[in-house]
């Protein structure tokens, strides 16, 4: 967990009568380390002493605390899909030790095309740019092919592996995109090289829609549609309490969004040299300046 999201959640554990000290006590580590595999920190913090609860702020973490296949129960979130990813067996019944908060972008991505087509109404040839060994991808993929049809659409797959997955290789893929005539572009719900992904939008004058907010309000991208984060410190929080009160994870179900952010970037269109259509814009739950 990052610092700040750390000492959220330690707040709102405080008030249900978990305190630092006390009767609480939390074991954090940095997942970014190069040196050991997300499993093999989590091991170790697990062998030093007895835990009752496990964190997993994010999908390779929750993966981690699912391949260990010990009994400890596992709260996550920030992460999408967890089914696909195999971390629950259903959403309303879990049945294993993980239960927690999904974004459920994934389900996202054909509303996306939607929106895209609404927003370019007259770009006709759209690429889908997803990692092409990724299960969930894959069926995305599948996904808005069978939608693209019925909008009058010529849908292309431009996919790379996860190894190549890297800015020279994308690079690469958005020039050959550009050399067949792609107006636009849609990608799954990814968040790896997003930098990337939107400096090489803006080089080759490729629009699309991000399947995070963020990429628009901090990194400059031209537009999103996503879930609201439902993963508030005070809904883990509660379902920490009910877990070390005797429930179990798999009886918990996971936690998916019900609200919608559509956001634009005004600045970033007219680098593009777009305009939004005015009933687009007046869908829109945020237009930003970035």
């Known amino acids: ?14 008030k249900l009568g978990y305190v630092p000290g006390r009767n609480l006590a939390v074991i954090s580590f940095d997942v970014d380390s190069k040196k050991e595999s997300y499993a093999e920190l989590l091991a170790r913090e697990l062998a030093r002493g007895k835990v009752d609860l496990v964190l997993a702020s994010g999908v390779r973490v929750a993966e981690a605390a699912r391949d260990m296949k010990a009994p400890t129960p596992v709260v996550f979130w920030r992460l999408t899909d ?7 067996a259903t959403l309303a019944r879990p049945q294993g030790n993980l239960t927690g908060f999904s974004r459920a972008i994934e389900k996202l991505t054909v509303k996306r095309l939607e929106l895209l087509h609404e927003m370019l109404p007259l770009a006709r040839r759209i690429g889908f740019v997803y990692v092409n060994d990724n299960a969930p991808h894959q069926r995305q993929a599948a996904e808005v092919r069978a939608a693209a049809l019925p909008l009058g659409l010529e849908l292309r797959d431009y996919g ?10 994308l690079e690469t893929l958005f020039a050959t995109m550009k050399q067949e005539g792609i107006e636009a572009f ?3 719900d990814l968040n790896v ?3 990337a992904l939107i400096k090489l939008a803006d ?10 907010t963020h990429n628009v309000t901090e990194f400059g991208g031209l537009a999103a549609y996503a879930t609201e984060a439902n993963s508030d410190p005070a ?4 379902y920490v309490d009910r877990i070390l009160k005797g429930a179990k994870p798999g009886d918990l179900p996971v936690q998916e969004p019900t609200r919608f952010e559509l956001v634009l970037n005004a600045r970033t269109a007219r680098d593009l040299g777009l305009s939004f259509p005015p009933r687009f814009l007046l869908r829109a739950t945020q237009v930003v300046e970035k």
């Open 1 to 14: 967990m990052a610092g700040e999201e750390r000492e959220d959640l330690l707040r709102e554990l405080a």
């Open 82 to 88: 967890p089914v696909g990813f195999g971390l629950v």
């Open 160 to 169: 790379l592996p996860s190894s190549r997955w890297t800015p020279e290789r």
């Open 186 to 188: 849609l990608l799954p």
């Open 193 to 195: 090289e997003i930098r």
């Open 203 to 212: 080089k080759y004058r490729l629009p699309t829609l991000y399947s995070l």
């Open 235 to 238: 809904n883990i929080a509660d």
